[in-house]
């Protein structure tokens, strides 16, 4: 028998019949929910539960919930590890008790499973805009050298990274993966609207954002760009945007060049426009049977 995996935030009450020891608190009901498989559940909910995410999460925006891995241990210590196959520094998370463990996190709900993981897919924008409009995600912290990918391979376990550096453990990547998505999620943020100019927004062309300032105008001899006290809304979005694609350039290449694919030269296309137009008239005078 299982200890109850904590939660966080405010809680909905609900009836069950299911034994209150191996039930999953209840969680605000319809909320987007966030289920963490770790070793150190006190980490949470950390950064997590101050500033705009502590209070979404107060309100019942948005829960979370921590699984303790050592609950699911075997023998008398709870241990959750073993040494590697084949040999190696280090231990791996058992396959066993890893499943254990997801197996009570999926309960009830068919949430998406997560890895963070150093070879794992870069974490983006995107694929926290995707989480977000989904009922939530399980995350796993890994620890040790990892987990058993046999027990990853039978959860279809997708695996994430926060970049190319190794972590201690994968407690502060899932709070960076649940900060990048809760903050997506309606009414988290006091004004949406900041979300469309912001870095890698579908408003901000998937750019970087430009540059910002506030008062005082002039700071340490440095000045506010003129445009943007002059109250021309125009020229201060042409500003913006020029700044955008400016700082991209320079500062990630690669995000530039995935921009330029999604240009169309209004010249080329009109070229591959004509040049079609041509074919289709080629093809249909070889057709007409009376030439």
Known sequence: MTDTPKSH???????????????????????????IVTLFPEAFPGILGLS?????????????????????????????????AGG?????????????????????????????SPRGKPLTQERARQLAQGPGVVLICGRFEGVDQRVLDAHGVEEISIGDYVLTGGEIAAQVLIDATVRLIPRVLGNQD????????????????????????????????????GGNHAAIADWRASEA??????????LWRAHAETLVD???????????????????HDKDPQR
């Not at 309100?59 to 008398?76: A, E, K, M, S």
């Not at 694609?245 to 690669?254: A, H, N, Q, S, V």
């Not at 009109?270 to 093809?283: E, K, P, V």
Request: hydrophobic share 35%; proline share 8%.
């Open 194 to 229: 900041s979300l469309a100019e912001e870095s890698f927004s579908i408003g901000n062309r998937g750019l970087l954002e430009a540059p910002q300032f506030t008062k005082p105008a002039l700071w340490d001899g440095r000045e506010i760009p003129p445009v943007l006290l």
């Open 9 to 35: 935030g405010r809680l909905a009450i609900s009836a069950s019949l299911r034994p209150r020891e191996l039930m999953a608190e209840p969680q605000v009901q319809g909320a987007w929910t966030a289920r």
């Open 245 to 254: 694609e400016r700082l991209t350039k320079e500062r990630r290449p690669d």
């Open 52 to 84: 705009l995410t502590g209070k979404a999460l107060a309100q019942g925006l948005w829960n979370l919930q921590t699984i303790p891995l050592r609950d699911f241990g075997t023998g008398r210590h709870r241990n959750v590890d073993d040494t590697p």
């Open 266 to 284: 209004p010249a080329k296309d009109r070229q591959r426009s004509g040049a079609s137009d041509q074919s289709r008239n080629h093809r249909e």
């Open 88 to 116: 190696g520094a280090g231990m791996v998370i058992r396959a066993d008790v890893m499943d254990a463990a997801l197996r009570e996190a999926r309960h009830g709900q068919p949430l998406p499973v997560i890895y963070m």
